[in-house]
């Protein structure tokens, strides 16, 4: 055993045994797609005496925060998002009507002298945000209207307020306060100054205010003389309050005036049951996919194609501790970008095993540990096609991070976790395994117990048949061009079905105690005033229903039309997108999809040559055209996680792309001055096994997601199996057509004849053509 092979080994050992370590005690940390529960996105907007930025929105979390406390909710998060939003996630809160409404009010709570009655031929006075003199009319609890002088104190003042419940003498529920020390002197003074108008007389009054509405205005008491005021420093809040909003109102005064208003953009809610529903279908998914990689990765490469699904295992158990040590949320599209992880992992051993065998074919014979020396040199020809792949996998993954929201960016993290632990697992963990089980004298006498002794059925149909690819390679290029053009039009007659996230609106699921026919459902929500909303079924018992109607009554109004005709509606889930949001959503988007192509470009103009980077980009955004053609044409939904599909695809599709400029550049390094089109064929035919065997283990774990992870996963498992398949097909029938159609424009000057000869002079870097023909 080198020395190399000891280092590698204790390596993963003390990674593997601290993964353990941290997966034994530490949980997850889940998102509220797998828990349930709300999640609100408030909008911080510009008031006439502060404005919205860092610093105010940094002071309404903290509002919130105890806002919050005050509810009772366990292990909420209250965060910023950006300059002037707050993120707010909320366990177990599957009714979020009376939060939302608590959280998003301004809770402005001011105190002012009762100056009169307006004179109603009188205009009403408009306050002046420069001035605190001016005087103000606003109506007052009983329906009436009263004219208010300047505030003489605020709700910054107030120390603690509570709902209480007087029963014996009937006054019912009240809020009562506690006024800090310096508070309490302005209460006083305020009160003293009431006091000096005659009992009955308008002016005798306080008016507490909320948000420049009147909630109380009481009469300061007969007994209290002019002057001396109320000196307790207490008082209390009555207006025929309910329990509720007795409590809530206590709430909003305890946690203090946010400094600017909010609005709800964003609300999503989920229903425990299905995030439950959720977890156990992802599991299955995860646990099948992964079995059957296992099984056909082990069938392939035999004995190292066993210890590889053993990396695997590794790869999984730290992966998991990466995502419970760095405190990720682990989201629904978090678990399938986990369980897609696996199928790079798969790659990158494919990638070394399968030049592990082309090293031990051409060395058999010539040295007495072919196998030892194979292996090592597989593993080292490979690791720039599995670094290069994977970087433009964490290109897109970044992306997701940057410009996505909300599980999108679980995603992101989650899919970089597992490219960067998958390098971990197949170059250090499954080398380390290989290389010990190399050193045993019957694994290396034995091929057919090893697998790298073994060339592979599909080298051998290749290496038997020799087929002339690219003989008429702009045919491929035609064909290329329709599938684009039937994808295009696709989008254009079809339209695409967009999300919430992108138009606004409000998509809500439920499940009913009995079967409601589409039809019946549509005419209740229709008679109950949504005749616009869009209700889909995907059974007799669950129906979604999708509608522009954002208001907070919304919900309540289709659940009870629901309920009438199915008996109990069972929210399980509730997404609410403004409009302003659906259309910064709709905009990061096309920028996402925009730097993808802009990076992917560049960094394989700086690993390779121009050729290849644009072929490889064009293969790509060939890619994404047909997937969002078959998605319109199928009508299925375009939203937050088809985007995260969308964006793996340009990962894989470019992944393909750079294993197979690679084998190329490397062939044509050997022979200067010959031309492309031998050495682009011999690569291909070289990585079709790697292509088929990766393709494989990705469609495992990818099926496995479709049938069993459920709705929420159907879509994203649906995408990637198209994007997986057409990714395949352009690395080799797009990609590489476009790369020799480049070199022949560039050497023949312009001419597009396909016979020309070429005659450019050898450089560095620039294989000089020997007059054959492309």
């Excluded at 008429?472 to 079809?494: E, P």
């Amino acid at each position: 055993m080198t020395r190399a092979t000891t280092v590698r080994a204790v390596l993963a050992a003390v990674v593997l045994l601290v993964s353990l370590f941290v997966t034994l005690t530490m949980s997850p940390r889940l998102g509220l797609d797998l828990q349930g529960g709300t999640r609100l996105v408030l909008q911080a907007k510009d008031s006439p005496t502060a404005k919205a930025d860092r610093e105010s929105t940094d002071r309404t979390v903290e509002v919130l925060r105890q806002r919050i406390d005050a509810l009772g909710v366990a292990e909420p998060t209250v965060t910023r998002s950006g300059e002037d939003r707050v993120l707010i996630e909320l366990p177990d809160v599957t009714d979020p009507r009376e939060a939302a409404e608590v959280l998003g009010r301004t809770a402005q709570l001011t105190f002012h002298p009762v100056i009169g009655v307006p004179d109603d031929a009188a205009p009403d006075p408009k306050p002046d945000p420069e001035s605190d003199s001016e005087e103000l009319v606003l109506p007052d609890e009983s329906g009436g209207r009263l004219r208010l002088g300047a505030p003489d104190l605020s709700g910054a003042g107030v120390k603690d307020a509570r709902a209480e419940f007087d029963g014996q003498r009937g006054a019912g529920w009240s809020v009562s306060l506690d006024f800090r020390d310096d508070a309490s002197r302005d209460w006083t003074r305020l009160t003293g100054e009431a006091a000096c108008h005659p009992p009955q007389d308008e002016r005798r009054r306080v008016a507490i205010v909320l948000d420049e509405k009147v909630i109380s205005s009481p009469q300061v008491s007969p007994s209290v003389t002019c002057g001396a005021g109320l000196p307790s420093g207490t008082t209390q809040i009555t207006g025929s309050f309910s329990a509720d909003e007795a409590k809530n109102l206590a709430l909003l005064i305890k946690g203090g005036a946010l400094p600017v208003p909010v609005e709800v953009v964003e609300q999503r809610t989920v229903g425990p049951t299905l995030g439950a529903e959720a977890i156990s279908a992802s599991a299955r998914a995860a646990v099948i996919g992964a079995g059957l990689t296992a099984l056909f990765i082990t069938f392939v490469y035999r004995l190292f194609g066993g210890l590889a699904a053993l990396a695997l295992a590794g790869y999984t158990l730290i992966s998991y501790a990466a995502l419970v040590a760095l405190g990720v949320t682990l989201t629904l599209p978090g678990l399938a970008g986990f369980v897609l992880a696996i199928g790079m992992a798969v790659d990158a051993n494919v990638l070394a095993f399968e030049r592990a065998r082309e090293e031990y074919a051409s060395r058999s014979g010539r040295t007495s540990r072919p196998l030892r020396s194979a292996l090592a040199a597989g593993f080292r020809n490979a690791r720039t096609a599995v670094v290069d792949s994977n970087v433009t996998t964490l290109l897109a993954a970044g992306l997701l991070f940057g410009l996505g929201s909300g599980p999108v960016k679980g995603f992101g993290v989650t899919l970089a976790i597992g490219v960067l632990v998958s390098m971990f697992s197949a170059l250090v963990i499954a080398r380390a395994l290989t290389e010990l089980a190399a050193g045993s004298r019957f694994v290396t006498d034995f091929p057919g117990v090893n697998g790298i002794g073994l060339r592979g059925r599909v080298r051998t149909y290749l290496t038997r048949r020799a087929p002339q690819l690219f003989r008429g390679y702009r045919r491929w290029l035609g064909v290329s061009t329709v599938v684009v053009a039937l994808a295009v039009l696709g989008v254009t007659l079809r339209g695409l079905n967009l999300g919430v996230e992108f138009t606004g609106g409000r998509l809500m699921e439920y499940t009913t105690s009995r079967p409601v026919g589409i039809d019946t459902a549509r005419t209740a929500l229709a008679d109950a005033g949504f005749a616009d909303a869009e209700v889909t079924t995907a059974g007799g018992r669950e129906l979604s229903v999708r509608t522009g109607d954002t208001g907070d009554r919304t919900e309540a109004a289709i659940r009870d039309a629901l309920s009438a005709e199915g008996g109990a509606a069972t929210k399980v889930r509730d997404d609410l997108i403004g409009p302003s949001l659906g259309d910064e959503l709709r905009r990061h988007a096309l920028i996402a999809l925009g730097i993808a192509v802009g990076a992917q470009l560049l960094y394989l103009a700086v690993r390779f040559r121009w050729s290849f980077a644009v072929a490889s980009v064009t293969a790509m955004v060939h890619d994404v055209v047909i997937l969002v053609g078959v998605f319109a044409w199928l009508g299925r939904p375009v939203d937050g996680i088809f985007l995260a599909a969308l964006l793996t695809v340009i990962g894989y599709s470019v992944n393909d792309s750079v294993v197979v400029f690679d084998r190329v550049r490397e062939l044509w390094a050997r022979r200067p001055g010959s031309p492309l089109l031998p050495a682009a064929r011999a690569a291909v035919l070289q990585t079709v096994p790697r292509t088929v065997n990766t393709g494989m283990g990705a469609l495992f774990i990818l099926t496995a997601l479709a049938v069993l992870g459920g709705d929420s996963l159907r879509d994203f498992a649906l995408a990637l199996l198209i994007g997986i398949c057409v990714g395949t097909y352009s690395s080799v029938f797009t990609a590489v057509p476009v790369a020799l159609e480049m070199e022949s424009r560039r050497k023949d000057g312009g001419r597009t004849g396909q016979g020309q000869r070429q005659r450019p002079k050898a450089g560095r870097g620039r294989p000089a053509d020997n007059g054959a023909r492309v």
